[in-house]
Structure formats: C-alpha cells, structure tokens
C-alpha cells in the first residue's frame, strides 16, 4: 500500500515531533510554520518545507494543522 503524501501546517511544539515520526515511519511530508527556526529544525529531520500554506499545501493528497498560538492570528 502506497503512503499519502501530507502536508502539515504548524511545524511548532507539537508539529515537530508528529512530522519527525511520519518521515521515520517513511511519509513523504511537505510543511510550513511561520517561523523561520521551525522551518529549519523541520528540514534537518526531512520535512520538505515550504515559503506558504498554499505552496505546502498544493503537494500533498492529505492535509494536517495544529492549533496556531492566538497572537500569530
């Protein structure tokens, strides 16, 4: 059975380690967080990141958020 490409949204305290487990178990996973950190902690652990939610978004079969903290809103 073929693995969905993801795409999740928020790369932060919970992001990190949800994507980190979905490469190890062998997803293709695109993501986006609005911090630039995020992003590159995200990258080291083989998330394909992106400049956009609609960029991240536009390669994956399946889409994943968690909550943004309310002063990003």
């Known amino acids: 059975m073929t693995k969905p490409t ?38 080291a652990h083989g998330v394909r990141v992106h400049s956009s939610v609609a960029e991240t978004v536009g390669h994956a079969e399946d889409r994943k958020s968690t909550r943004l903290n309310s002063s990003h809103i």
Not at 9 to 24: D, E, F, K, S, Y
């Open 6 to 43: 993801l795409a999740y949204i928020g790369l932060g305290l919970m992001g990190q380690p949800m994507t980190r487990h979905l490469v190890q178990r062998g997803y293709t996973v695109h993501g986006y967080d609005i911090l630039d950190a995020q992003r590159v902690l995200a990258e």
